[in-house]
């Protein structure tokens, strides 16, 4: 309801601003003089201009609304960033499309090659969302000659609710298993799932985790590797403030094997320095740029 009512404000704002802001034009004309003197005048009449004020209140308070609503709701509600087919180019030249109906579009950045049956052949995994049922995790792989979404994970139920891959590597040892964040801005749970007997299923789940943030377009915050040096991969990701970088081991069964405190919240994405042993680099809200690994 709150993010209804946001979204509400934020509609209502930006048409406001943008008819103060056309009407003010309108009434002022073409801006003819751009020499500094001129400018300088037109900024004074500017501030002078009621409706431009006002369209620039409207602004902030769209802004600001916003703001408190990617606090509040998944990214996918606040930011559309969708598209309703995937186009593949094969070495060769190849192009086929995967084509979604229209009660589902891809909510992704970019789709990720990974060969989850070992086979040898690349799948392409990339979020789908159901437009009334949330996202799920699609698999594409080539069937009879052509590219088809082949197995997918049931979607999380609700509208707006939103998944984030985090890794894939075979962390339980027996075979590569997918990592993923469920609802990393409102609920954070790490979910480990694999591809077996034609079924994606759910291995196993621990909470407070997030692996993106309203307004970031980093999406790869978290890395595989195998920090503790048992032989078995693991998965580094933020904790669900992003205060922490939490590193988790699936073998013999998901665990936290280490939480190291950040000076402030985690903002990029994770870059692997390749080991042994290896280290993690990323860069905080303030500016810094951190590096962790094993002492
Ligand atoms: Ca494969
Ligand atoms: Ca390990």
Redesign the pocket.
């Known amino acids: 309801m709150k993010a209804w009512l946001l979204l509400a404000i934020i509609v209502g704002s930006t048409v406001t601003a943008d008819l103060l802001q056309s009407h003010e034009m309108k009434r002022h004309g073409e801006i003819q003089d751009f020499r500094p003197r001129g400018l300088g005048r037109l900024l004074g009449v500017m501030a002078r201009k009621k409706n431009l004020i006002l369209a620039v209140i409207c602004m902030a308070i769209s802004f600001f609304a916003f703001m408190a609503l990617v606090q509040v709701a998944d990214l996918s509600f606040a930011v559309p960033a969708s598209a309703g087919s995937l186009v593949i180019e094969t070495r060769a030249g190849k192009r086929f499309t995967v084509r979604l109906k229209d009660d589902a579009v891809f909510e992704d950045l970019a789709p990720r090659l990974?060969?989850?049956?070992?086979?040898?052949?690349?799948?392409i995994v990339l979020v789908k969302s159901y437009l009334r049922r949330g996202a799920a995790l699609a698999v594409i792989?080539q069937r009879r000659g052509n590219y088809e979404i082949v197995v997918e994970t049931p979607p999380l139920g609700q509208p707006g609710r939103w998944l984030a891959p985090a890794g894939f590597a075979p962390f339980t040892g027996d075979g590569m298993k997918i990592a993923l964040v469920r609802q990393p801005h409102t609920l954070g749970a790490l979910e480990l799932w694999e591809w077996r007997d034609g079924r994606l299923q759910k291995l196993a789940a621990l909470a407070g985790f997030a692996n993106h943030f309203a307004g970031s377009d980093a999406l790869a915050m978290s890395a595989a590797a195998d920090f503790d040096g048992d032989g078995a991969a693991d998965l580094a990701l933020p904790s669900f403030d992003r205060t922490q970088l939490r590193i988790v081991s699936f073998k013999p069964e998901m665990h936290e094997i280490a939480a190291v405190p950040l000076p402030a919240p985690a903002a990029t994405d994770l870059a692997l320095i390749p080991g042994p042993p290896p280290l993690i680099a990323l860069g905080l809200a303030d500016g810094s740029l951190v590096t962790i690994g094993r002492n």
């Open positions: 990974v060969d989850l049956d070992g086979d040898g052949r690349d799948e792989a």
